[in-house]
C-alpha cells in the first residue's frame, strides 16, 4: 500500500520504489527513469553532507531547467538543508541578494553562470561552496569551485531527522516593487500542495507534464511535485519563442501544462497541430486574469482540453480553482477553495462580507507558508490570526492575509477584483487594472495591455493604459478610446492609451511588469482627457 509522503523529497523516492522503471524527466535529448533520477537525487544529497552541510543549511540552486537542477532541489531537501531555486533570468546583482540575504552555504551552477557572475558571488560571507554541473572547478578561489559529482574523500555524515513543519525551501518573489522577499515553505506546505492539487487536476502516472514556468515560481516548482506524487513523467523545457511550446506539446505528447496569462495570451495566436490539440487533457492558467479574448481563443483551439482557471500567492501556494464545467456559467470567477485550504472574504476590520461586497481574501489551512525570511515585520502585517475566530486553539496557525480584493457570489464563487497595491483611486472610486484591460483585450490589433494609476492633481490618479499591438503595426488610439467611451462610465475611461511599440517588460516570472511600467509613464496633460 502507497504510504502518503511527509517530506519533500519522500514524493520522488516513493515513486521511485513504487515504478523504478516508469519515466520521470525529460529533455530534448535525454530521458531518465524514476530510479536513475532518485540515484541523482541522492547522489546530491550525499555529496552536500560530504562538503559540511547541516541541518536547515541553504542550498541555492541557480541553474536552467535541467536533470541536475531538479536532483539539488530534491537532494538538497534530502540532506535535511533547505533548496533556494533562484530565477536563472536574474541579473548578477539580484542573484547575489538571493544568496546573501538566504546566508545560502552551497550555490549550485553552471560554468557559464558562474563567468557571467564575475565576483559577486564572492561577496556572500555565508557561501562556503560553488558547485558546477558542467566545469572542472577550482578549489583554489576564494569560495572553492567544485565540479558536480566531485568525492574529496570527506565522510558524508548521516542527514538530520526532518518532520514535515521543518523548512524545505525558500521561494524569493519577484521583486517588482522592491527587493525580492523569501518565503519560506515547509515541507507540509509542498507535500499539501501536490495533494491538493493532484486531486482535482486528476492527476495519474499516465500524465506527461510540461514544465515552462521556472522552477523559482511556486506555480513551476509544483509541475515537479505534482507529477512526483502520482509518479507522472515531467518534460523540462526553456523555451525562447511561443512556438517552442506548441512543438514540445506534440513532440512529447504533453497531457497538462500550466501558464501564466501573458504566456497564454501568447500561446492563443499560435497554430496548434491536431496532434498538440489531441494529446492536451488539461491546461491551467493562474498568477493574474487570463482575459476573455485568449480564453475564447484557446478553447478554439483547444477544444477538447480542460481549462483550469486559478488563483494563488506564493505566501500559500494555491488557493481556488474554478472547474472547467463553470467556465460559461461564472465568467471571470477564479472559484471556489482547493482541497485543505479555507478562504474568508472579509472587510478591513475582520467582520465577514455579504455577498458580492468586495473584501479582502484570507487564507488559512496546511498551505500556508512560515513567513518572510529575514523580515518578522512583514511577516507580521501578513500572517495573523484567522478572521473572527473565537474560542479555538490556543495556539492556532496564523492566515495569509493576502491583500487581494475579491468578492464571493451567492454560491460560494470568487471573484478576483484586484491588488490591494495594484488599486487604481481615481475621481473617489477604487477601480480594478483588470476591468480596465479586458476592454482593450478584445480589440482589433491588441496584444497586450496593463492599466496603472499615475498622479493627477483632479483625479487623485489617472488610468493610463500601455499597450503592445499584434505585429508591430501603430494602434488605432481614437478607436481604442471610443471603444472605452461605449464599454465604460466616464471615471473608468483612460485619460491616455500608450502605444509602446514593443513588449511589454516581463518580471522574473513572466507576468507582465506594473511597477516597471509605472515608473516610465509621465502623464501629459491633454486637453481632451476625460472628465468624471
Same mark, same amino acid.
Given at each position: 500500500?502507497?504510504?502518503?509522503?511527509?517530506?519533500l #523529497?519522500?514524493?520522488?523516492?516513493?515513486a521511485?520504489?513504487r515504478e !523504478?522503471?516508469?519515466p520521470?524527466l525529460?529533455?530534448h535529448d535525454?530521458?531518465l527513469?524514476?530510479a536513475?533520477?532518485a @540515484?541523482r537525487?541522492?547522489?546530491?544529497?550525499?555529496a552536500f553532507?560530504?562538503?559540511?552541510l547541516?541541518a *536547515?543549511?541553504?542550498?541555492?540552486?541557480?541553474?536552467e531547467?535541467?536533470p541536475e537542477a531538479?536532483?539539488?532541489?530534491?537532494?538538497a531537501?534530502?540532506?535535511? %538543508?533547505v533548496a533556494?531555486?533562484?530565477?536563472?533570468?536574474?541579473?548578477?546583482?539580484q542573484?547575489k541578494?538571493?544568496v546573501r540575504d538566504?546566508g545560502?552555504?552551497?550555490l549550485?551552477?553552471s560554468?557559464?553562470r558562474?563567468?557571467?557572475?564575475?565576483?559577486?558571488?564572492?561577496?556572500c560571507?555565508?557561501?562556503?561552496?560553488?558547485v558546477?554541473?558542467d566545469?572542472?572547478?577550482?578549489e583554489?578561489?576564494?569560495?572553492p569551485?567544485?565540479p558536480w559529482?566531485?568525492r574529496d574523500?570527506g565522510?558524508a555524515r548521516a542527514a538530520?531527522?526532518?518532520i @514535515?513543519?521543518?523548512m524545505a525551501?525558500?521561494?524569493?518573489?519577484?521583486g517588482?516593487?522592491?527587493r525580492?522577499?523569501g518565503?519560506? =515553505?515547509? #515541507?507540509?506546505?509542498?507535500v499539501a500542495?501536490?495533494?491538493?492539487?493532484t486531486?482535482? =487536476?486528476?492527476?495519474?502516472?499516465?500524465?506527461?507534464?510540461l514544465?515552462?514556468? !521556472?522552477l523559482?515560481?511556486?506555480?513551476g516548482?509544483s509541475q515537479?511535485?505534482?507529477?512526483?506524487r502520482v509518479?507522472?513523467?515531467?518534460?523540462?523545457?526553456?523555451p525562447l519563442?511561443?512556438?517552442?511550446?506548441?512543438?514540445?506539446?506534440?513532440?512529447?505528447?504533453?497531457?497538462?501544462m500550466?501558464?501564466?496569462?501573458?504566456?497564454?495570451?501568447d500561446?492563443a495566436t499560435q497554430t496548434?497541430p491536431?496532434?498538440a490539440?489531441?494529446?492536451l487533457?488539461?491546461i491551467t492558467?493562474?498568477?493574474?486574469s487570463?482575459p476573455d479574448s485568449?480564453?475564447t481563443a484557446?478553447?478554439?483551439?483547444?477544444?477538447i482540453?480542460?481549462? /483550469?482557471l486559478?488563483?494563488g500567492?506564493t505566501?500559500?501556494?494555491r488557493?481556488? /480553482?474554478l472547474p $472547467?464545467?463553470e467556465?460559461?456559467?461564472?465568467p471571470g470567477?477564479i472559484g471556489k477553495?482547493i482541497?485543505?485550504?479555507?478562504i474568508?472574504?472579509?472587510? &478591513? *476590520?475582520?467582520? +465577514?462580507?455579504d455577498p *458580492?461586497?468586495?473584501? &479582502?481574501l484570507?487564507?488559512r489551512?496546511?498551505l500556508?507558508?512560515l513567513g518572510?525570511?529575514?523580515d518578522p515585520k512583514a511577516?507580521?502585517r501578513r500572517f495573523?490570526p484567522? $478572521?473572527g475566530?473565537?474560542g479555538g486553539?490556543?495556539?492556532e496557525?496564523p492566515?495569509?492575509?493576502? %491583500?487581494?480584493?475579491?468578492?464571493?457570489?451567492?454560491d460560494?464563487y470568487?471573484y478576483?477584483?484586484?491588488?490591494?497595491?495594484?488599486?487604481i483611486?481615481?475621481?473617489? /472610486?477604487?477601480?480594478? +487594472?483588470?476591468e480596465?484591460?479586458?476592454?482593450?483585450?478584445?480589440?482589433?490589433g491588441v496584444?497586450e495591455?496593463?492599466?496603472?494609476?499615475?498622479?493627477?492633481?483632479r483625479?487623485?490618479q489617472?488610468i493610463?493604459?500601455?499597450?503592445?499591438?499584434?505585429?508591430?503595426a +501603430?494602434l488605432?488610439?481614437?478607436?481604442?478610446?471610443?471603444?472605452y467611451?461605449?464599454r465604460? !462610465?466616464?471615471?473608468m475611461v483612460?485619460?491616455?492609451i500608450?502605444d509602446?511599440?514593443?513588449?511589454?517588460?516581463?518580471n522574473a516570472?513572466g507576468?507582465i511588469?506594473?511597477?516597471?511600467?509605472?515608473?516610465t509613464?509621465t502623464?501629459? #496633460?491633454?486637453?481632451?482627457e476625460v472628465?468624471?
Open positions: 500500500m502507497d504510504r502518503s509522503p511527509f517530506l #523529497h519522500d514524493l520522488l523516492f516513493q521511485a520504489a !523504478p522503471d516508469a520521470a525529460a529533455t535525454q530521458r527513469d524514476y536513475s533520477l @540515484d537525487a541522492n547522489a546530491a544529497a550525499r553532507l560530504a562538503l559540511g547541516t *536547515d543549511d541553504r542550498v541555492a540552486v541557480f541553474l531547467k535541467r531538479v536532483a539539488a532541489l530534491f537532494g531537501a534530502a540532506a535535511g %538543508g533556494v531555486p533562484i530565477n536563472p533570468h536574474l541579473k548578477p546583482h542573484v541578494h538571493i538566504s545560502a552555504r552551497l549550485i551552477t560554468s557559464p558562474l563567468a557571467a557572475l564575475g565576483e559577486t558571488w564572492a561577496g560571507p555565508d557561501l562556503s561552496a560553488v558546477v554541473v566545469g572542472t572547478g577550482d583554489r578561489a576564494a569560495v569551485v567544485i559529482g566531485h574523500g565522510t538530520a531527522r526532518r @514535515d513543519g521543518d525551501a525558500i521561494l524569493y518573489t519577484s517588482s516593487t522592491g525580492p522577499k518565503v519560506v =515553505l515547509s #515541507h507540509r506546505n509542498l500542495g501536490a495533494e491538493s492539487v486531486r482535482y =487536476l486528476g492527476n495519474t502516472r499516465r500524465d506527461r507534464i514544465a515552462v514556468l !521556472p523559482s515560481f511556486d506555480y516548482l515537479l511535485t505534482t507529477a512526483f509518479g507522472a513523467e515531467v518534460t523540462l523545457l526553456n519563442v511561443p512556438g517552442d511550446i506548441v512543438r514540445s506539446v506534440e513532440r512529447h505528447a504533453i497531457t497538462g500550466a501558464a501564466v496569462p501573458p504566456l497564454w495570451i500561446l496548434w491536431p496532434e490539440a489531441a494529446s487533457r488539461y492558467s493562474s498568477g493574474g487570463l485568449a480564453l484557446l478553447r478554439a483551439r483547444l477544444p482540453t480542460d481549462i /483550469y486559478m488563483y500567492l505566501e500559500a501556494f488557493s481556488t /480553482y $472547467p464545467a467556465i460559461d456559467r461564472r470567477s477553495p482541497p485543505n485550504a479555507h474568508d472574504v472579509v472587510r &478591513e *476590520d475582520g467582520s +465577514p462580507c *458580492d461586497e468586495p473584501g &479582502e484570507v487564507h489551512g496546511a500556508v507558508s518572510y525570511w529575514n511577516t507580521a495573523r484567522p $478572521p475566530r473565537r486553539p490556543p495556539l496557525a492566515a495569509v492575509w493576502s %491583500g487581494d480584493t475579491v468578492r464571493r457570489d451567492r460560494g470568487l478576483f477584483i484586484g491588488r490591494r497595491d495594484e488599486m483611486k481615481t475621481s473617489g /472610486y477604487r477601480v480594478s +487594472p483588470q480596465i484591460e479586458e476592454v482593450v483585450y478584445g480589440a482589433p496584444a495591455a496593463a492599466a496603472v494609476g499615475v498622479p493627477h492633481p483625479l487623485g489617472a493610463v493604459v500601455i499597450a503592445a499591438s499584434r505585429g508591430g +501603430p488605432a488610439i481614437d478607436a481604442l478610446m471610443a471603444l467611451r461605449r465604460l !462610465p466616464a471615471f483612460p485619460t491616455h500608450i509602446r511599440g514593443e513588449p511589454l517588460p516581463r516570472n507576468k511588469d506594473r511597477a516597471a511600467l509605472k515608473a509613464v502623464l501629459i #496633460h491633454d486637453p481632451r472628465a468624471p
